[in-house]
């Protein structure tokens, strides 16, 4: 199956067993995890858990969301704009230039066209009326992450891809030419030709793989795009872990802060954030407006679909976070300190909401595998 990609060979390769995270089989966290993440005692949740779970983990219906365009039609007046396209896909204007990060256009966050994570509603906008890139932003292999029918339709670009070590490997199977890809170590630096833009790979707290063989294979990583007056941080996909401090001496302050706040779980708290450490890595981070991703698109934990950022709400309220929550679609300038809408609540009914439907696929994986399997696959 080609969405599964290609591990890495060669000279790819040989610069991932040089790396200090390489155990002689694969990578792996080396920064201490911190105590209290991750609850010894609370049991994984399994694939029927995940499958058959409750009505409250998708919306009652889709979420509201705005065409970009004519925003995108204006110049951003500070020089800094974000559109959150839905999980962690986000278009960023910085400094003139644009960057999409973790570009997610599929029907579904797996491997397979039946079976899987299914997107609450549509995309804003088609990637075809996306305007010109200069760079897209890939922080690890994972299907929420790394989409193969979005690359695919991206080769037929020019785009370039920034990204971390071996996932390079993924894009060139799928037909993205090796010129066009740049992979990056944590501390990194890349800047790309033609424009004022630099991107750097930073540490994160995760793992990787996009099958049953292929487990941390390729790095995973945050990421710092700077231009010449601003600066933003994303997550990717991390536990809280005390390198942001020192990210925030080497690469910040930060005019944007985006972390990811969903698909977290007791039993999986040192490799996700969720919101309670999503606020305690925005502290270490120094500060800036903090806006949430990863959340409000898929269903890939057992919360309920809007816990997140609820959660978010009620723990930021004390300290006066300054939050940055846009509706799907629209574009935003952080220094604009917009005071925040729960425009999500709208539209749900007062009575009985909708549940989740198990597809026959789905139900047929769940009831034959029980309870043996854990989630997530890793």
């Known amino acids: 199956m080609k969405s599964f990609g290609k591990p890495p060979q060669g000279e790819r390769l040989e610069r991932l067993h040089d790396l200090p995270l390489w155990d002689g089989e694969r990578l792996r966290n080396i920064h201490p995890v911190l105590p209290g993440l991750r609850d010894p005692d609370a049991p994984r949740p399994t694939l029927r858990d995940f499958f058959c779970g409750d009505e409250n983990r998708t919306p009652p219906a889709p979420l509201p969301a705005r065409d970009p365009r004519s925003g995108w039609a204006r110049k951003p007046a500070s020089g800094l704009r974000a559109t959150w396209l839905g999980h962690s896909t986000v278009l960023l204007e910085i400094d003139g230039f644009r960057v999409l990060t973790d570009p997610v256009w599929g029907q579904r966050a797996s491997p397979f066209t039946l079976l899987g994570p299914r997107r609450f509603q549509p995309v804003p906008i088609g990637l075809r009326d996306l305007p010109p890139i200069d760079a897209v932003v890939i922080s690890h292999d994972h299907y929420d992450h ?158 309920a679909w809007d816990e997140p950022v609820e959660d978010l709400l009620k723990l930021a309220a004390p300290s006066g976070t300054d939050l940055l929550l846009p509706r799907l679609g629209e574009p935003v300038e952080p220094v604009e300190h917009r005071e925040v809408q729960p425009w999500w609540r709208g539209g749900k009914p007062a009575g009985n909401r909708r549940s989740m439907e198990r597809e026959p696929a789905e139900a047929a994986v769940a009831d034959q595998l029980g309870d043996q399997l854990p989630w997530p696959l890793d």
């Open 146 to 303: 790394l989409d193969y029918p979005t690359i695919r339709a991206l080769a037929k670009s020019k785009v370039p891809f920034v990204t971390s070590l071996g996932v390079g490997a993924h894009l060139e199977s799928w037909g993205i030419a090796p010129s066009r890809i740049t992979e990056l170590v944590w501390w990194q630096s890349h800047r790309v030709p033609g424009t004022g833009l630099t991107i750097t790979a930073a540490p994160s707290q995760h793992f990787s793989g996009r099958g049953l063989k292929d487990r941390n294979q390729t790095l995973w990583s945050s990421m710092v795009m700077a231009g010449d007056r601003h600066r933003v941080f994303f997550s990717g996909d991390t536990g809280l872990t005390t390198e942001y401090e020192v990210i925030r001496d080497r690469l910040g302050p930060f005019d944007l802060v985006m972390l990811e706040v969903g698909a977290f779980h007791p039993s999986w708290g040192d490799i996700h954030l969720g919101p309670a450490n999503a606020l305690a890595a925005h502290r270490l981070l120094g500060g800036g407006v903090l806006m949430p991703v990863h959340w409000g698109t898929f269903a890939l934990a057992t919360h």
